[in-house]
């Protein structure tokens, strides 16, 4: 058995940096810098509050940071283009100065994106899979940034035949983003796939496609980050509605395990310290038993 079969192994391209993938799972901070983020809005708003917390969490075994001006949980506010910059610009280019680590922007309006790029950012994480702005993807492509294309149950909610299973929609809606990036010339290596958590799906249909990573990542064409962590599906696990913060990461750091074990290639997290021992315990095992 080979530890990378029929998920990604290989170097994931992303502007100026790199990332190596297949010899242990990757950890994807997350850094909101909205004041009404469902899980820690306003905390790290203040650039200083911004550039401590993302040294933090490179102390805890971060591998890239995933910055973040705009909410999108179920209740968020959409914000314009202008607020968004105002929002993560002034930390992004303090953190881009100290620290040589891939830097994501969480942004799905290529105006944003440009920018960012522009001040150093090497992934643009898009919840809508370059299809809620058709210059996002010559934008990325244009600058050699990575991308993360996310398959969303919200878009084209009605546009699917009954009954179809939500993880053979996502392998289908996910080839279309992918389409798109491979026409605006963006290579196979600079894109992952993200299957969506929580985005417009039940809890079961969340469980499907954390079952079905190893497809969502076409059997190892691209990487895929998993991302659930603090979300209502985590709580299926942490106790409820009523779960503590602490409870809840405890719970994405068994997620975390989960998903490394089904074909994740990286997580993205707010407690990186307690998914980084989870995915440790996992890697000392599957990367090096399945090399025998």
Known sequence: MNATDGRFSGIYRCGLRSLEM?????????????????????????????????????????????????ATGPNSVPVSAEEELERIMPSLEAIRNRFDIPLSVDTFKSEVARQAITAGCDIINDITGFKGDPEMAKTVADSGAGCVL???????????????PISRRAVRELTESIEIARKAGIADDMIMTDP???????????????????SLGFQGKHPVLYAASRKRFTRLFAGGDQATEMQLDYATSGLSFTAASVGASMVRVHNVAASRMALDNFDSTFYCFSNF
């Open 150 to 164: 996310m398959f969303n149950c919200r878009t084209n909610g009605d546009d699917f035949p009954a009954f179809e």
């Open 196 to 214: 969506g958590i929580g985005f417009g799906t039940t809890r079961a249909q969340d469980a499907e496609l954390t079952c079905s990573l190893l």
């Open 22 to 70: 297949g010899k242990k799972t990757l950890i994807m901070g997350i850094l909101n810098l909205t004041p009404d983020s469902f899980s820690d809005g306003g905390r790290y708003n203040d650039k200083d509050a911004a550039v401590d917390r993302c040294a933090v969490m490179i102390r805890e075994g971060a591998d890239c940071i995933d910055i973040g001006g705009e």
